[in-house]
Nanobody, 116 residues
Framework: QVQFVESGGGLVQPGGSLRLSCATSGFTFSAYGMSWYRQAPGKEREVVASISGLGLNTNYAQSVKGRFAISRDNAKNTVYLQMNTLKPEDTAVYYC?????????WGQGTQVTVSS
């Protein structure tokens, strides 16, 4: 069955860095675009970054451009989100998502808290 294991979240001070990982199994990883979403308390879930199946194309929300970087390792069925220069407004639960034209899978989420 499809499984996601997200890790790397935690508490970090403003200006700090974190690297999120999302290890997957149970589907053909390279056939899916991968994305990171986040949801802050009281707000809607929003897409943060996405990467195509072979990693050739990436897209970022304007709010994280230049600070976050998405990457993937198709040999390890894992997608990453490197987050630098973190701000308090980056505090949210971060989710990874696998998608293609007719189906999608979600991870369970990992909490990121940016606070001094």
């Amino acid at each position: 069955q499809v499984q996601f294991v997200e890790s790397g979240g935690g508490l970090v001070q403003p200006g700090g860095s974190l690297r999120l990982s999302c290890a997957t199994s149970g589907f053909t990883f390279s056939a899916y675009g991968m994305s990171w979403y986040r949801q802050a308390p009281g707000k809607e879930r929003e897409v943060v970054a996405s990467i195509s199946g072979l990693g050739l194309n990436t897209n970022y929300a304007q709010s994280v451009k230049g600070r976050f970087a998405i990457s993937r390792d198709n040999a390890k069925n894992t997608v990453y989100l490197q987050m630098n220069t973190l701000k308090p407004e980056d505090t949210a639960v971060y989710y990874c998502k696998a998608s293609r034209s007719y189906d999608a899978y979600w991870g369970q989420g990992t909490q990121v808290t940016v606070s001094s």
